[in-house]
T-cell receptor, first 117, second 116 residues
Framework: EAGVTQFPSHSVIEKGQTVTLRCDPISGHDNLYWYRRVMGKEIKFLLHFVKESKQDESGMPNNRFLAERTGGTYSTLKVQPAELEDSGVYFC???????????????FGSGTQLSVL | AQSVTQLDSHVSVSEGTPVLLRCNYSSSYSPSLFWYVQHPNKGLQLLLKYTSAATLVKGINGFEAEFKKSETSFHLTKPSAHMSDAAEYFCVVSDRPNFGNEKLTFGTGTRLTIIP
């Protein structure tokens, strides 16, 4: 079974530019999550999709971040315009929903390292 | 509100000696607790999880953790370290394991170094 795939693995952009991160979850996983780790700090929740709907976006830092999951398959996370403090590692994770409850086992991708200069 | 404190940012042990990675948690509910590991250039991998069943949880690669409610701890141990255990380890808590939202709260991570 293919794992969670994230692209690109690294991105270096200048402040003010736009960057789009992509996540392909494991096939059949309705739940898709975005997390990020800012340098030296803990990994923090950004948002959760169930299929194409945003279930919880309470962790999104501000309106420069836009996440989409059209068709309920892959997801994109766009940062526009990027600021220096957006630098960090962005992780995507997916899980199944089993009998109406979320399976606790999340499968994580290897992350996208974003550097804003 | 839930939180996790990993007491050591770096731990170094010699190959073949025991590993202890410490974690304390705070949770308003009966928590689910996890340990994840990240090897270089790899995704986060679940090592083990506690979900209110047995307090001693066995995971992959010989790791185990004991849930101690009185101490609000969930320390990760392994009897004998292997070179392949070198990685970063995260203690994680979830307040709502089956409410349809895996909103995990991560600790800051412990980097484990194995000395040959």
């Amino acid at each position: 079974e293919a794992g969670v795939t994230q692209f690109p693995s690294h991105s270096v952009i200048e402040k003010g530019q736009t960057v789009t991160l992509r996540c392909d979850p494991i096939s059949g996983h309705d739940n898709l999550y975005w997390y990020r780790r800012v340098m030296g700090k803990e990994i923090k929740f950004l948002l959760h999709f169930v299929k194409e709907s945003k279930q919880d976006e309470s962790g999104m830092p501000n309106n420069r971040f836009l996440a989409e999951r059209t068709g309920g398959t892959y997801s994109t996370l766009k940062v526009q315009p990027a600021e220096l403090e957006d630098s960090g590692v962005y992780f995507c994770a997916s899980s199944r929903t089993y009998r109406g409850a979320t399976n606790e086992k999340l499968f994580f991708g290897s992350g996208t390292q974003l550097s804003v200069l | 509100a839930q939180s996790v404190t990993q007491l050591d940012s770096h731990v170094s042990v010699s190959e073949g000696t025991p590993v202890l990675l410490r974690c304390n948690y705070s949770s308003s509910y009966s928590p689910s607790l996890f340990w994840y590991v990240q090897h270089p250039n790899k995704g986060l991998q679940l090592l083990l999880k506690y979900t209110s069943a047995a307090t001693l949880v066995k995971g992959i690669n010989g790791f185990e953790a004991e849930f101690k409610k009185s101490e609000t701890s969930f320390h990760l141990t392994k009897p004998s370290a292997h070179m392949s255990d070198a990685a970063e380890y995260f203690c994680v808590v979830s307040d709502r394991p089956n409410f349809g939202n895996e909103k995990l709260t991560f600790g800051t991570g412990t980097r484990l170094t194995i000395i040959p």
